[in-house]
């Protein structure tokens, strides 16, 4: 029998996760003073080395602040945090659902891609528009298998975001597909209006290197905007 060893999660990362949970949560309100680390050591059986590295990651995330008295206060992650802390809202018991987050994600993709496209139409080079219109024919030949248009249709997407020259633009497009944000967990199911549009695809890639940026802006967030009403749909079910 293979022995299998289980990877210990720390103290701290345990910590911090209740911690979030409390502040996502409303339990920890904006503006109220974080238990002093000696009572949080006491109240959870840990050491206060493990404290410090609990609220130091809180305050990374831009959910607590030590003010000038020394004290630390719980911020109001709606308007502190960033886009870093979708990973931590997925996985946590408490604020929005993975239902909603899935879906707020899906909207910004779409936002985030129709502008890429026009920028990308705008900026990319001639080889990169060569390069885009022939993963175009290299989608074209991945489906009818959605698993395979899904994959292709990232490697396709991810030209087009280079291409746009928007490094922010970009670094969001890997939070969406590496998994650090649950669309990634969207079904491909719910996205066959999107990813089976092969005739899209072309004409959006064409656009591109037409350089017809309005065209590809308006192609590109019709295309993406297809899968927001199918995720919406699942949750009110």
Known sequence: MTQRHIRREAV???LFALLRDRILG???APGSALTAERDLAAEYGVNRHAVREAVKRLQQAR???VSHGGRTLVQDWRRTAGLDLAVGIAAA???PSVEDLARDALEMRACIGADAARLCAIRCSELAAAQIVEATGRYARSGPDLAELGAADVAWWRLIVEGSGNVA???????????ALPVAEVPGALRTGELLDVDAHVR??????AREAEAAELLA???????????LRKAVR
């Open 93 to 95: 018991d408490a604020g």
């Open 26 to 28: 409303g339990e920890l």
């Open 12 to 14: 701290s990362d345990q």
């Open 204 to 209: 959006l890639a064409g656009h591109i290197a």
């Open 221 to 231: 967030r019709e295309l993406l905007s297809r899968s927001v009403p199918a995720v």
């Open 169 to 179: 633009y970009l670094l969001a497009f890997n939070s969406l597909v590496d998994g």
């Open 63 to 65: 959910l607590v602040e």
